[in-house]
C-alpha cells in the first residue's frame, strides 16, 4: 500500500490501543516488521486545552518506520486545530477515531458514536483534509448497532480520507464475536481509497484468512499483546528464542520515559501477557501480580523463562 510519497510495503499494522500501545511495545513491534504503528487515541480538545497531560502519549521511536497519530474529538473546528498542534507534527499521517465503543467516548458523540451521525462525521473528516499537509485516514467499525460500514466508508472517501480501517464488529457487539470479514470483503469491493482490515488476527491461519478479504492492509491489537514478535511470524520468522531479552527491551524503552512509581502498575499487565503462552505460569502470574518493583517482576519472569 502507498499514499503518496508513503510506501507502507506489506501493510502490517500495530493497533491503536489506549494504555497498552505505549513507545515500548511500538519499538518492538517495528523492530519485529510491523510496518507502521498507531498512536493511543489523543483528545482533541485535551491537546488545546491541557497539552501536558497529552504529550506523554505523543511520543514515538526511530524505529517507527511511519507513524501515525490518532485523533478523538466531535468538533470538527477543534478536530482540524488538532491537526497542526505541535504535538502531532512528528506524525505522517493523522487517523480519526471514528470506531471508540467506551460508554464515556460515546456519551460525547465521539468515537463509535459518529457512526450515528454521518453528516457530522463528514464535516469532521472534511475539516481536518483542510487544514492537513499529511494524509487523513479513518479508523471505524462496522456501525453503531447494525452494519453501515459501506456508506461510512464511501461517505469517508467523498470527504477526503486517504485510506480507512475497518474493525468488523459494531458498538453493541464491543469484543464478542466474531469480526464479520465478508463485511470487509464488501467495504473493500466498494470503495476506491485503500482499506485496512481488523479484528481477530492472532496467528498465521486468521491473517491469511484476512488477507483473503481482498484488503490492502492488516492491523493488529490484542494478538501483539505479550507477542510483539507476530510480525515477525506473519512475515515468514520465528519467535525469538529469548524473550527475556524482549522484555527487558521493553522496559528499558518505558523506563527512559516514564518514572518508577507509574511503571510499576503499568508494566504489570503486559508482564502477565508475555507469560500467556508458558503452561502451568499461574503462579507466576499471581506472584507478579503482586509484585512490589519492577526488578522484582524481572527476576520472577527471567527464572521462568530461561
Ligand atoms: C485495550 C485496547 C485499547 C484500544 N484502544 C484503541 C484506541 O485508542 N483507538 C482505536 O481506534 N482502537 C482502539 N482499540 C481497538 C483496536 O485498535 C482494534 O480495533 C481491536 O482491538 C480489534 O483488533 P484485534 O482483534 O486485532 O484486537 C483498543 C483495543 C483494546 C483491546
Not at 61 to 79: L, N, R, T, Y
Request: proline share 4%; aromatic share 8%; with cysteine.
Amino acid at each position: 500500500m502507498k499514499i503518496g510519497e508513503l510506501d507502507f510495503y506489506e501493510s502490517l499494522f500495530l493497533a491503536p490501543m489506549a494504555g497498552v500501545s505505549d513507545v515500548g511495545l511500538r519499538q518492538l513491534a517495528c523492530e519485529f516488521g510491523a510496518d507502521a504503528c498507531w498512536s493511543e487515541m489523543l483528545s482533541a480538545r485535551a491537546m488545546l486545552h491541557n497539552p501536558r497531560k497529552t504529550e506523554f502519549m505523543t511520543l514515538t521511536s526511530d524505529a517507527e518506520k511511519i507513524k501515525v497519530g490518532q485523533i478523538f474529538g466531535h468538533e470538527p473546528d477543534v478536530m482540524a486545530k488538532a491537526i497542526n498542534n505541535p504535538l502531532l507534527s512528528h506524525y505522517d499521517v493523522i487517523d480519526i477515531n471514528m470506531g471508540c465503543p467506551a460508554p464515556k467516548i460515546v456519551k460525547n458523540g465521539e468515537g463509535s458514536a459518529l457512526m450515528k451521525d454521518f453528516s457530522l462525521a463528514s464535516e469532521i473528516i472534511k475539516s481536518c483534509v483542510k487544514v492537513s499537509t499529511r494524509p487523513v485516514s479513518v479508523k471505524f467499525r462496522l456501525g453503531y448497532d447494525k452494519d453501515v460500514s459501506r456508506d461510512f466508508g464511501r461517505m469517508c472517501e467523498e470527504s477526503g480520507a486517504s485510506f480507512i480501517t475497518l474493525h468488523a464488529r459494531t458498538t453493541m457487539q464491543g469484543y464478542s464475536g466474531k469480526a464479520d470479514l465478508d463485511a470487509i470483503a464488501r467495504l473493500k469491493a466498494s470503495v476506491n481509497i485503500p482499506v485496512i482490515g481488523n479484528g481477530d488476527v492472532v496467528d498465521c491461519e486468521s491473517y491469511n484468512r484476512m488477507r483473503t478479504t481482498g484488503v490492502d492492509g492488516v492491523m493488529i491489537g490484542r494478538g501483539a499483546q505479550g507477542r510483539p514478535w507476530i510480525f515477525s511470524i506473519l512475515k515468514g520468522g520465528e519467535k525469538p528464542k529469548d524473550i527475556y531479552k524482549v522484555i527487558e527491551m521493553h522496559v528499558k524503552i518505558l523506563r527512559q520515559h516514564y518514572s518508577e512509581e507509574f511503571l510499576v502498575l503499568y508494566l504489570r499487565k503486559h508482564f502477565l501477557w508475555y507469560t500467556l503462552d508458558i503452561p502451568n505460569a499461574s503462579g507466576v502470574r499471581l506472584r507478579i501480580a503482586t509484585s512490589p518493583s519492577i526488578d522484582d517482576s524481572l527476576k520472577i519472569l527471567k527464572d521462568i523463562l530461561k
